[in-house]
């Protein structure tokens, strides 16, 4: 969608290797968030960022760490992937009114 | 803490009639946004409706409306004159306010098959 952008789009890797997801953004929002999306559980939050440096923990932020060092890159890392991490990845920003912009999601599969 | 309850995970429609899209929320918050999200194969997330609590009008959207009652915490989404289009999953969402501001807490999605 306009003013985000993931990448990523599809990944393979390997149980036991660190992988980063990036998420820019080209609007100059304050918040961003990471999502990921599982059968029967919609999309939950991984963790958020309110500005650079600024971030905090979401709803299922285990084996996930996150960095914020500039306001439109917003990277997620799984420090030593799982299959249980194996999903698909969302971020998202969020302007004034709470509107949401949604990235296209990362395929993660992790073998 | 925020749950959102969506207890239909598939539904299916004729095209050109209507079907109602079912989805109840928990939040101590008084002031909360609710949301209505589309998903097409594309996997892209799509803003269909979007309602502030503390306005009692129900919003519509073209085709798009929701019954929303508040006392109830209930946030039902119509679709009418169903068009193939409208296959997707469909999500509903919170946002609460307070200290979850910005967090979104989504339900379990709903499959909409639309039949010609």
């Known amino acids: 969608d306009a003013g985000i952008t993931q990448s990523p789009r599809h990944k393979v890797t390997e149980t036991g290797t660190p992988v980063t997801l990036r998420c820019h953004q080209t609007?100059?929002?304050?918040?961003m968030y990471w999502y990921r999306q599982d059968p029967g559980h919609g999309l939950r939050l991984i963790h958020y960022?309110?500005?650079?440096?600024?971030?905090d923990k979401g709803e299922v932020s285990d084996g996930y760490s996150v960095s914020r060092s500039k306001t439109e890159d917003f990277l997620l890392t799984l420090e030593s992937a799982t299959s249980s991490q194996t999903s698909v990845y969302f971020c998202?920003?969020?302007?004034?009114?709470?509107?949401?912009?949604f990235g296209s999601g990362t395929r993660l599969t992790v073998v | 803490a925020q749950t959102v309850t969506q207890s239909q995970p598939e539904m299916s429609v004729q095209e050109a009639e209507t079907v109602t899209l079912s989805c109840t929320y928990d939040?101590?918050?008084?002031?909360?946004?609710l949301f209505w999200y589309k998903q097409p194969p594309s996997r892209q997330m799509i803003l269909v409706i979007r309602?502030?609590?503390?306005?009692?009008q129900n919003a519509t959207e073209n085709r798009f409306s929701v019954n929303f009652q508040k006392a109830a915490k209930s946030f039902s989404l119509k679709i009418s004159d169903s068009q193939l289009g409208d296959a997707a999953m469909y999500f509903c969402?919170?946002?609460?306010?307070?200290?979850?501001?910005?967090?979104?807490?989504f339900g379990q999605g709903t499959i909409l098959t639309v039949h010609p």
């Open positions: 969402a919170l946002n609460a306010g307070g200290t979850s501001y910005g967090k979104l807490t």
């Open positions: 939040t101590s918050e008084s002031d909360y946004y």
């Open positions: 609007e100059n929002h304050r918040y």
């Open positions: 960022s309110y500005g650079v440096k600024d971030t």
């Open positions: 309602q502030e609590a503390y306005k009692q």
């Open positions: 998202a920003i969020s302007g004034t009114g709470l509107r949401y912009t």
